[in-house]
């Protein structure tokens, strides 16, 4: 009987620290909204949210990440970085959330609304990732938390986010949130009052 070759186990990825700006959002009231419905029609909604999603975030340059239930997050600056990825996902945010009411309008949901939030600084990007796994840190789980504190049809920002798109879009302060992530921290945030801007949006890539 021949020997069998031994296994080579794959080169782990190499991962360096990068500034990146990390989108989570979501549907509001996506439970109860789905238990007064039947299953199929729930499906059908998820799977056109999905989609429009996709078709947003990636319409702003965003490499969608995961959705994890109702959740979607995406990420700018990883794999590939460009000098205004912080206002493309914010601008992603705000399209996302407006395309989100739309749906529900054409759907005849009105009530359906998404929330989002979006914040910018260092994080780990595992190089040569696809999809989940492609960043990580306490940024990923900060985000998140800024997600969940965001009123529904509305963008919540952090600091660095708001300094780095301000000379383009319109903000309003939000008051200060403990977040609670890896560690927690305190954080002045910002919404996004509307779609209003100074300065021309960025080229959809």
């Known amino acids: 009987m021949a020997d069998e070759a ?3 186990a794959a080169p782990a990825k190499a991962a360096e620290r990068r500034l990146v700006s990390v989108l989570f959002a979501d549907l509001v ?3 109860s909204l789905a238990e007064d419905r039947d299953s199929e029609e729930v499906r059908e ?4 949210y999905f989609e429009t999603c996709r078709r947003v975030l990636g319409l702003y340059g965003g490499t969608v990440e995961k959705f994890v239930g109702d959740a979607v997050m995406a990420v700018w600056g990883a794999p590939v970085a460009t000098e205004d990825d912080a206002e493309r996902s914010v601008r992603a945010a705000l399209e996302l959330v407006s395309a989100v009411q739309a749906l529900g309008e054409e759907i005849g949901i009105p009530e359906l609304s998404a929330r989002a939030g979006v914040l910018s600084g260092e994080a780990a990007v595992t190089l040569g990732a696809e999809g989940e796994g492609l960043v990580a840190g306490d940024l990923v789980n900060t985000a998140a938390r800024a997600q969940s504190l965001a009123s529904p049809g509305a963008v919540l920002v952090g600091e660095a986010t708001r300094r780095a798109t301000e000379p383009a879009i319109v903000y309003e302060p939000a008051g200060t949130h403990e977040m609670k992530a890896v560690s927690t921290r305190r954080s002045s945030d910002w919404s996004v009052p509307g779609r ?4 021309r949006s960025p080229t959809p890539t």
């Not at 209003?196 to 300065?199: G, H, I, T, V």
């Open 6 to 8: 031994p296994t080579v």
């Open 29 to 31: 009231g996506f439970t």
């Open 45 to 48: 909604l998820l799977s056109r």
């Open 196 to 199: 209003n801007s100074r300065a």
